[in-house]
């Protein structure tokens, strides 16, 4: 069997690859009856472009539509891209192509015995609305040969001899189109496969055109109509696609099936993209999960906390350099983190912030006691579609019922289920009151109705807190040492100011995580401050309260317990300030280090059966939600642990 290429084995998307470029060279289009400059019939006037001058197709985004119909819609309509270690290394290995000139003379100026190489090229065909970016022109006279560097291996063909991927040859003829429209005589291209040496030639004949502008005519209709095709079932091409942790193809397949038989697509040669739909997974053995763990368990990228009042944050180079008045007293790579967040005066510099946003790593703001403020970020997420299928969904109240008692009930299912593992002797009565709010919650007729349901839950829940405690409130000292005015003694809640230690780590681990889902949410492409569970308010940031709702007791409520449990932070650590009380800035370090821990944890998804960290569950379940918005799935799948 021959192997799959992957979009890891050609070369990353190049920024240029999507922008609508000016005019590049002054030449005359033929008639679109006319033969080109190869003698061929150009293409019929329905597969021509709606506005060739504004909405050019790159080879590039050609090259993943015959590749994976998904992988480039997500690319050219809502231009997400992300980097894996695949197209990091072909970036690098295209530095030296992409420096070159971009210098290609007209095609009439050269003479037969003229030969030129011509590095890093970008034409556009008006005629047929595409754009191409060549690494490399061969030319001898008028005659010219497009060179595309691939650092995969090429396949075998049936004759034994390598032979080029679909995907490259439909590329490679764009590349040759739009020589051909600029007045160059073009028979045929090369790619060259990096893995190999090899040097591999790909005839323009007239089937090959023909199938490239059928391939553009089927992008740009997918393009207009602005949906999103079905993810590719059980393909060999996933896990190696930099995408699949924001595709998440085989959960989706999963989530689908668990609601009802869908629709799926197996593509299977060149240009076979409207395929019948087929019905049944296939069979899996039976030491296989439910799903292939195509992302990784854990991120190698850090939040960064500072807290230390005072601090000036600034650049150098891709280095953050933190000083405490005139002394350096960190450097931190840029590379290594994937948040920084500051509690209090601290001082961040102009450049320091522009070369955050430009990396994507959003900068948390919070004030010196732990209250979140809000986010700067880069520009994220440039497509409208789901914020505009979010803004729709919230005017529905039916949809905004039915998500928010999925959201109660699991979050009620949670703090049972935290109850029966951590306390000392979960007391009976609770847990069957707690049974009953779930039940209650999945039949509310009303979202008022599901706040008492829920505050009736956290109720009974708070007032068994105490028994997931399990440290003394002060340890064994002599005499003479003075004791802390403070002990882990949780009544009940309270907040704004919390009134006693407990409390407020609780309000410090729920801003935390209302920081992390906010990220979340801007990353995924959401408008953080319209909700369906908590309607909008001025300044409340309301779909990541929503999101986090399940999480609360898994995440923040577990984070406390087990700073407490392990003395992690102790009554030594907190302050008095009027009626609240406050974490020392050694115990904010110290809580820190609990939520990152717990953040990190391992976890088994219960419907996906593989294990990734808490941080990635978070990514994962607000891109389910984005799949209800916008018609892939119909119910969202709460996160409930067992």
């Given at each position: 069997m021959q192997p799959l290429s992957s979009p890891a084995e050609r070369t990353p998307l190049k920024a240029d690859d999507i922008q609508s470029p000016p005019s590049l060279l002054a030449a005359s289009s033929p008639g679109l009856d006319s033969p080109d400059a190869n003698g061929m019939r150009s293409v019929p006037a329905a597969a021509q472009p709606t506005d060739a001058a504004t909405d050019y197709m790159p080879a590039r985004m050609l090259n993943e539509f015959v590749y994976c119909p998904r992988l480039f819609f997500y690319e050219y309509v809502e231009g997400v891209f992300a980097h894996n270690r695949e197209t990091v290394e072909g970036s690098l290995r295209h530095n030296k192509l992409d420096a070159g000139t971009g210098e290609l003379p007209a095609a009439a100026e050269l003479a037969a015995e003229d030969r030129l190489h011509a590095r890093s090229v970008t034409l556009s065909s008006d005629r047929h609305g595409l754009i191409a970016k060549m690494d490399l022109v061969e030319a001898s006279g008028d005659l010219a040969t497009p060179v595309d560097y691939k650092r995969g291996r090429p396949r075998d063909g049936d004759d034994g001899l390598p032979s080029a991927w679909d995907p490259d040859r439909v590329q490679i003829a764009v590349q040759s189109l739009v020589l051909r429209e600029n007045g160059y005589r073009c028979d045929e291209g090369v790619i060259y496969y990096v893995a190999t040496k090899q040097r591999v030639r790909v005839v323009i004949d007239e089937t090959l055109v023909a199938q490239t502008l059928e391939a553009l005519r089927q992008a740009r209709e997918l393009a207009a109509s602005g949906k999103i095709p079905p993810p590719l079932v059980d393909s060999p091409k996933c896990p190696r696609c930099s995408l699949v942790g924001i595709c998440l193809p085989d959960e989706t397949t999963v989530c689908r099936e668990s609601e009802?038989?869908?629709?799926?697509?197996?593509?299977?040669?060149?240009?076979d993209i409207d395929v019948p739909p087929l019905t049944g997974r296939?069979?899996?053995?039976?030491?296989?999960?439910?799903?292939?763990?195509?992302?990784p368990a854990r991120d190698d990228l850090r939040p960064l906390y500072l807290s230390t009042q005072g601090l000036r944050v600034g650049k150098s180079?891709?280095?953050?350099?933190?000083?405490?008045?005139?002394?350096?007293v960190q450097e931190v790579r840029?590379?290594?983190?994937?948040?920084?967040?500051?509690?209090?005066?601290?001082?961040?510099?102009t450049q320091a912030v522009q070369a955050l946003c430009e990396a994507e790593v959003p900068i948390g703001y919070f004030s010196?006691?732990?209250?979140?403020?809000?986010?700067?970020?880069?520009?994220?997420?440039?497509?409208?579609?789901?914020?505009?299928?979010?803004f729709r969904w919230a005017e529905s109240p039916g949809f905004c019922l039915r998500l928010s008692r999925a959201l109660v009930a699991g979050k009620i299912r949670n703090q049972r289920t935290l109850l029966q593992r951590n306390h000392l002797e979960p007391p009976r009565q609770a847990l069957n009151f707690l049974k009953c709010m779930i039940d209650e919650a999945e039949r509310a007729a009303s979202l008022e109705e599901l706040l008492g349901i829920e505050g009736n839950a956290a109720r009974v829940y708070f007032q068994n807190l105490s028994g997931m405690i399990k440290v003394e409130d002060e340890p064994d000292k002599p005499d003479h040492a003075a004791r802390s005015p403070f002990a882990f003694d949780f009544v009940h809640r309270n907040r704004r100011p919390p009134r006693d230690p407990v409390n407020a780590l609780l309000s410090l681990a729920y801003s935390m995580l209302a920081k992390d889902l906010t990220i979340v949410c801007h990353m995924v492409g959401f408008d953080p401050y319209l909700g369906f569970y908590h309607q909008p308010r001025f300044g409340r940031a309301a779909l990541p309260l929503d999101l986090m709702e399940p999480f609360r007791p898994l995440i923040?409520?577990?984070?406390?317990?087990?700073a407490i449990n392990t003395r992690m932070v102790t009554a030594a650590d907190f302050v008095q300030a009027g009626e609240s009380v406050a974490l020392k800035p050694d115990g904010r370090k110290?809580?820190?280090?609990?939520?990152?821990?717990?953040?990190?944890?391992?976890?088994?998804?219960?419907?996906f059966g593989y294990r990734v960290n808490y941080r990635r569950i978070l990514e994962i379940q607000a891109r389910l939600l984005a799949r209800v918005l916008t018609g892939e799935l119909a119910e969202y799948p709460v996160f409930v642990t067992r």
């Open positions: 009802a038989p869908s629709d799926r697509v197996v593509q299977r040669t060149l240009f296939p069979p899996r053995g039976a030491d296989e999960s439910a799903v292939r763990r195509l992302l180079g891709q280095v953050l350099k933190v000083h405490d008045k005139d002394k350096l840029l590379g290594e983190i994937c948040q920084l967040n500051l509690l209090g005066n601290i001082q961040l510099s010196m006691g732990g209250w979140f403020y809000g986010v700067t970020h880069g520009l994220g997420v440039r497509n409208i579609v789901l914020r505009r299928e979010q923040a409520d577990s984070a406390v317990l087990s110290a809580f820190f280090r609990a939520y990152e821990q717990r953040m990190d944890a391992l976890v088994t998804h219960p419907l």
